[in-house]
Nanobody, 121 residues
């Protein structure tokens, strides 16, 4: 089992920056895929960044976010980060990290409780 705990959310003015953290504990060596998702008011949950913790550390950020969001990982700290800059009011929402241990599964096995991001204009 893996437990995930996000932190770093808060209230930030438009144009500001935040770095979200996701601490993983438990059987972290089983993790083969990591991601950040968000749920914003009135919208479906969407993926904002993914990272595959292999030797290539393959990252993916959808084009609509790639100029503002970046995903990274500190393996020594078992922590996944989402760095966001030039935040907009429409970025307001709950941000979740999720990780997967099951190979080939489209679903995530573990989810954090989320951290709220509020961008004020």
């Amino acid at each position: 089992q893996v437990q995930l705990a996000e932190s770093g959310g808060g209230v930030v003015p438009a144009g500001g920056s935040l770095r979200l953290s996701c601490l993983a504990t438990g059987s972290v060596s089983t993790i083969n895929f990591m991601a950040w998702h968000r749920r914003t008011p009135g919208k479906e949950r969407e993926t904002v960044a993914t990272l595959m913790p292999d030797e290539d550390w393959r990252k993916f950020v959808p084009s609509r976010f790639e100029d503002r969001f970046a995903i990274s990982r500190d393996a020594a700290k078992n922590t996944l980060y989402l760095t966001m800059k030039n935040l907009k009011p429409e970025d307001t929402g709950m941000y979740y990290c999720a990780m997967r241990s099951t190979w080939g599964s489209p679903e995530f096995d573990y989810w954090g409780q989320g951290t709220q991001v509020t961008v004020v204009s």
